[in-house]
C-alpha cells in the first residue's frame, strides 16, 4: 500500500471515529433528563460566549486599526503621521520659549500647542540648547473629565489601562530653534468603549440564541404532540406518534402512542362486538322466525283438528320446532353472556350436595336420551361441605355441559362423572366419548366460553382437554373454610 493511500485511510479511519464519537455522545445527551439537557446547554452556550467574548476583546487593535482606515473613522480616529505633517507645516511660525516659564512666549505658542482635538496632547522638548528640558504643553481636556462624555471616556481608557494610546515624537524646525514634539493621541479610549459593550452584547446574544434554540425544538417537539393529540380526538387513530428522543417528551410521545394503539384496539374490538351482536340478532330473527312459522302451523293443524290420524306426529313435530326454538334462545343468552361485560354473580355459601342434586337431575335426562353414565367419588364428598357459588349460574354451566354432550355425545360410549373435593376444592369432572360426525355440527364455542366466564365470575376454573375421541372437563370450585 502507498504512503498516500495509508494516509487517506488514517484519515477517514479518523473521520468515522469522530463521527461515532459524536453519535454516541449524541445519544447520551438524548437519555438525559430535560433539566439535565438544560443545564449542560446553558454550560456550553456560556463557555462559547465567553470564548467569543475573549476572541473578540483579544482582536481589539486589529478591529481598531480596521475601523480608522475607513472615511469615517480617518475622521474621528486621526493619522499620527499626517498629524505630524501639520505640525511640521505649523512649527515655523512660532517661537521656542526659554523655558516654561517664559509666560509671554508660551501665551504665543498656544494655538500650536491646540492643533489637534480634546484626545490630543501635545509636548515640547527642547532639542537645539537646553536638550530635555520641558518648554510648553498642553494637556487634552478628556483627561480632564470636563467635558459631556468624560465618563464614558474615562471608563474606556481605565479599560485599556493606558495601553490605548498612540504615541510619537520628532525633531521639528521653529523660527528660533529646533525642538522635540511628542503627541499622545488618546482616540483609541473612544472605541473601546462601545468595542467592549458590543463584545459583551454579541457574547450575550450567543448565549441566548444557544438557549432558545435548544428551548425552541423542545417546543417545536410538544407542539408537534399537541398536533397528535389534535389528531386523535378527531378520530385519527392511525398515525403514528413520532419519536422525541428519549427524555421526558419522548417518554410522553411513547406513552401517547401506546394510548393511540389501545384506543384503536378498543374502537376495532367494539366495532367488531356490534357487528357481531348486530349479526346475531340477524341471524336469530331469521332462524327463529322459520321454526315459529311452521310450530304455528301444525298447532293450527292440531286446533282444527282436520287430521286425527297424524295428530300424535304433529305434536312430536311441535316439540321438535320448541326444542329448535329453546337452542336458539339459549346460544343468544350464552352469546350475550360471554361479551356482556356488566354481568355479575352473587356468591352465597352453597351446600355442595345442591351441586350434586343438580348433576345428578342432568344425568336422568342424558339417560332417557340414550347415554350410559357412571358416577364416581359422589359419596364421599361430606354432606356439610358448602362451596362459593350462585345457584342460577350453576344450574346454567350443567345445562350447557350436558346440553354439549347430547349434541356432540357418542351414546355407544358411557359418560363418566368423577367427583372429589378437600379443604380448598371441590372438583368435578365430566367425560364423554366424541361421536365420529361431531365436527360436521356447527358450532361457534359460545356454549364452552359461556360456562368458563360464569365459572371465572364465581372465582372458580374451568378446564377441557381433548384425547383421541374422549373429551374432559373440569369444574373447579372454592370451598367455604369454616371458622374456628
Known amino acids: ?67 480608522s482606515r475607513t472615511p469615517w473613522g480617518r475622521t474621528v480616529f486621526p493619522d499620527l503621521d499626517e498629524f505630524f505633517d501639520t505640525l511640521r507645516e505649523e512649527a515655523v511660525n512660532y517661537d521656542l520659549p526659554k523655558d516654561e516659564g517664559d509666560a509671554i512666549t508660551v501665551q504665543q505658542l498656544q494655538p500650536f500647542l491646540y492643533l489637534g482635538d480634546s484626545y490630543t496632547g501635545i509636548y515640547i522638548y527642547g532639542a537645539s540648547w537646553k536638550p530635555g528640558l520641558f518648554l510648553a504643553g498642553s494637556i487634552p481636556d478628556s483627561l480632564l473629565f470636563v467635558n459631556p462624555f468624560s465618563g464614558f471616556f474615562s471608563f474606556g481608557y481605565a479599560i485599556l489601562d493606558d495601553t490605548g494610546l498612540r504615541f510619537g515624537s520628532e525633531i521639528m524646525p521653529f523660527r528660533n530653534g529646533n525642538a522635540e514634539v511628542l503627541v499622545y493621541l488618546y482616540h483609541p479610549s473612544l472605541f473601546m ?32 404532540l399537541e398536533q397528535e393529540v389534535l389528531r386523535m380526538s378527531s378520530g385519527d387513530l392511525g398515525h403514528p406518534v413520532p419519536a422525541c428522543g428519549n427524555d421526558e417528551i419522548g417518554t410522553l410521545a411513547v406513552h401517547l402512542d401506546q394510548l393511540r394503539r389501545s384506543l384503536a384496539t378498543t374502537i376495532r374490538q367494539e366495532q367488531e362486538s356490534r357487528q357481531a351482536n348486530q349479526d346475531l340478532i340477524t341471524a336469530m330473527s331469521h332462524d327463529l322466525r322459520t321454526p315459529l312459522t311452521i310450530l304455528n302451523g301444525y298447532l293450527e293443524v292440531v286446533r282444527l283438528d282436520r287430521r286425527p290420524q297424524q295428530r300424535e306426529e304433529y305434536l312430536e313435530r311441535c316439540l321438535q320446532k320448541t326444542d329448535e326454538i329453546r337452542q336458539l334462545t339459549d346460544r343468544m343468552f350464552e352469546y350475550a353472556l360471554v361479551y356482556e361485560e356488566s354481568e355479575t354473580a352473587t356468591l352465597t355459601a352453597l351446600p355442595c350436595s345442591l351441586l350434586l342434586q343438580c348433576l345428578r337431575e342432568n344425568a336422568d335426562y342424558i339417560r332417557l336420551t340414550g347415554f350410559a353414565l357412571r358416577e364416581n367419588g359422589g359419596e364421599t364428598i361430606p354432606e356439610a361441605l358448602r362451596i362459593w357459588g350462585d345457584e342460577a349460574l350453576i344450574r346454567r354451566v350443567l345445562n350447557n355441559l350436558f346440553s354439549n354432550i347430547i349434541k356432540y355425545g357418542d ?68 370451598v367455604v373454610q369454616e371458622e374456628t
Open 193 to 224: 468603549l462601545p468595542y467592549f459593550l458590543f463584545s459583551i452584547a454579541g457574547s450575550i446574544l450567543l448565549f441566548f440564541w444557544i438557549v432558545l434554540r435548544f428551548i425552541s425544538r423542545k417546543i417545536h417537539r410538544i407542539r408537534s
Open 411 to 478: 351414546k355407544k360410549q358411557p359418560v363418566t362423572l368423577c367427583c372429589s373435593a378437600d379443604s380448598a376444592q371441590a372438583r368435578f369432572c365430566l367425560s364423554n366419548a366424541v361421536k365420529a360426525d361431531a365436527f360436521a355440527v356447527e358450532s361457534n364455542h359460545i356454549g364452552l366460553r359461556s360456562v368458563r366466564k360464569m365459572m371465572e365470575l364465581m372465582n372458580g376454573t374451568f378446564a377441557t382437554k381433548t384425547s383421541g375421541n374422549q373429551f374432559l372437563v373440569t369444574l373447579v370450585f372454592q
Open 1 to 67: 500500500m502507498s504512503r498516500n493511500s495509508s494516509g487517506k485511510l488514517h484519515r477517514l479511519t479518523q473521520k468515522v471515529t469522530q463521527t461515532a464519537a459524536v453519535k454516541r455522545l449524541t445519544q447520551r445527551f438524548s437519555r438525559m433528563r430535560l433539566r439535565t439537557q438544560l443545564l449542560c446547554v446553558m454550560l456550553l452556550a456560556g463557555t462559547l460566549a465567553l470564548l467569543l467574548f475573549l476572541g473578540l476583546w483579544t482582536s481589539k487593535w486589529t478591529s481598531y486599526n480596521l475601523l
